[in-house]
């Protein structure tokens, strides 16, 4: 069953880098579009950086010059680099893919959701 699987959360110092993945199982034709979201406590989730495939990314005010979203299809893997962390980037951070996937010697397009990562910054 295909599904996304993140990794790469951690404790960092602000000022400091984290590097998020988004792998994806199974027969996977092509990533459409990918969106990483982060929820901190009491806070509603966020969406902070998002691609389309072939299109420019686009980012929150609040991490634009600092986060990164890319993706390498060959490794069916989306990543957010988020670099001069600050205490308010400490969330739950998500990812959301648009994905083609070959299931059951069907092709399909659907969304799916990663686990979701805890990232946390000490100040």
């Known amino acids: 069953q295909l599904q996304l699987v993140e990794s790469g959360g951690g404790l960092v110092q602000a000022g400091g880098s984290l590097r998020f993945s988004c792998t994806a199982s199974?027969?996977?034709?092509?990533?459409?579009?990918v969106n990483w979201y982060r929820q901190a406590p009491g806070k509603q989730r966020e969406l902070v950086a998002d691609v389309t495939t072939g299109c420019s990314a686009n980012y929150a005010d609040s991490v634009k010059g600092r986060f990164t979203i890319s993706q390498d299809n060959a490794k069916k893997t989306a990543y957010l680099q988020m670099s001069s962390l600050k205490a308010e980037d400490a969330a739950v951070y998500y990812c959301?893919?648009?994905?083609?996937?070959?299931?059951?010697?069907?092709?399909?397009?659907?969304?799916?959701w990663g686990q979701g990562t805890q990232g946390n910054v000490s100040s």
């Open positions: 199974g027969i996977i034709l092509h990533i459409n579009k």
């Open positions: 959301d893919a648009d994905l083609t996937a070959d299931q059951d010697m069907s092709m399909s397009r659907n969304e799916y």
